[in-house]
């Protein structure tokens, strides 16, 4: 009963702090907070802009195209904290937006990527301490993903996710809900959006910004032929005559940028099944492949995984809010998932 009312006055936070988008689900409510991982800043004084206005969506209109007094920053990169202060800072403008009362600390738990340093661990549980966390734990971004997903990662079997994020790429083998074999690279949308801004600099002699290159990857970017082909406009800058132009692009173009980085993340993926003893590599070849994060939404990547690894895979429902709906339940059944979690308040 007293549970149920310190839940209603002040509900546990289940936070996905990711490198493009953080999310904060709270029990029975779902997902409440879903915004750019993007904070405006005050050039000289590095002072957040006016509250409201500085965090999230109005933020990352910013990215790139602020005026010399005004930078817009994003504090995450590759999935780590890079800059403290400015984290602390966001975690705190969305911790506010999902508590009810001041007073009150919630209980938060926080999906990080299964690759981050002890160090980097501690980064985090200071950031979400200082911005008004009670206690922290921490859970494996691929143990949310795969609890999100409705896997039964708890069974003497195999599930493997691959969680493709903007900043990293989780990929994890888990049986008795632990992360049998794993791995995390630093390769995700980002990198692809980075891989079209170099093929328009390469074959269109086309200047563009990562907005731009996310922008026609999500219109028209496709990691396996489609039925029907896209095509997709952008503007830039011209490399040599410096004016600024459109072009079009298609899908075909698109995909060939995105050739490499895809190739990668097939690489690790392979490179995991085959660590894995061959009991549970024999699961997956029934249980298959599930593809969770904003990754999993370009276009026919799962028919490339499929063709590549010849195992199922599967893309989830909703793959953007899965770690964060994973999160929840792990925050819900808190006893049942104890062991998946690490505890800020024990030694790491
Ligand atoms: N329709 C789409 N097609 C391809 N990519 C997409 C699509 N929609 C979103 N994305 C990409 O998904 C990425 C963001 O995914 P997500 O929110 O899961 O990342 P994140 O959790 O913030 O990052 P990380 O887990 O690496 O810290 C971005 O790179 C974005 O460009
Ligand atoms: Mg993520």
Request: proline share 4%; hydrophobic share 45%; with cysteine.
């Amino acid at each position: 009963m007293l549970h149920r009312l310190r839940q209603w006055i002040c509900p546990d936070l289940a936070i996905d702090l990711g490198t493009a988008n953080t999310l904060v689900a709270i029990q029975d409510e779902g997902v409440v907070v879903n915004e750019p991982s993007v904070v405006a800043l005050e050039k000289g004084t590095r002072r957040v802009l006016g509250r409201g206005t500085a965090v999230g969506k109005l933020a990352k209109q910013m990215l790139g195209r602020t005026p010399e007094s005004i930078t817009a920053v994003r504090p995450l990169a590759d999935g780590v904290i890079t800059d403290f202060e400015l984290c602390e800072a966001m975690l705190e403008y969305f911790i506010n937006k999902s508590s009810r009362h001041r007073l009150l600390k919630p209980r938060v738990v926080i999906a990080v990527p299964g690759g981050i340093t002890p160090v980097e661990k501690r980064a985090v549980f200071n950031s979400a301490e200082r911005a008004g966390a009670g206690r922290v734990y921490l859970i494996d971004e691929s143990k949310a993903a795969g609890i999100g997903a409705g896997l039964p990662i708890s069974e003497p079997m195999a599930s493997m996710v691959c969680d493709i994020g903007g900043g990293t790429t989780e990929i994890a083998i888990l049986s008795l809900a632990q992360t049998v074999v794993s791995r995390s690279i630093r390769i995700g949308g980002d990198e692809l959006d980075e891989a079209i801004v170099e093929y328009m600099k390469q074959h269109f002699s086309l200047r563009i910004g990562t907005q731009a290159a996310e922008a026609i990857k999500i219109e028209a970017g496709s990691a396996f032929p489609l039925d029907g082909e896209r095509t997709a406009e952008v503007r830039g800058v011209d490399t040599i005559s410096g004016v600024p132009r459109k072009a079009v692009v298609t899908s075909e173009e698109i995909r060939e940028a995105l050739r490499e980085p895809l190739a990668t993340i097939l690489g690790a993926i392979r490179g995991v099944i085959e660590q894995c003893q061959p009991e549970l590599a024999a699961d997956i070849v029934d249980t298959g492949l599930v593809l969770t994060g904003g990754g999993a939404m370009l276009r026919g990547i799962d028919r490339l995984m499929n063709e590549h690894l010849g195992v199922p895979v599967r893309v989830v429902e909703d793959p953007l809010t899965t770690v964060a709906r994973g999160t929840a339940i792990c925050l819900e059944h808190l006893s049942q998932w104890r062991d998946a979690l690490e505890d800020g308040d024990s030694d790491l």
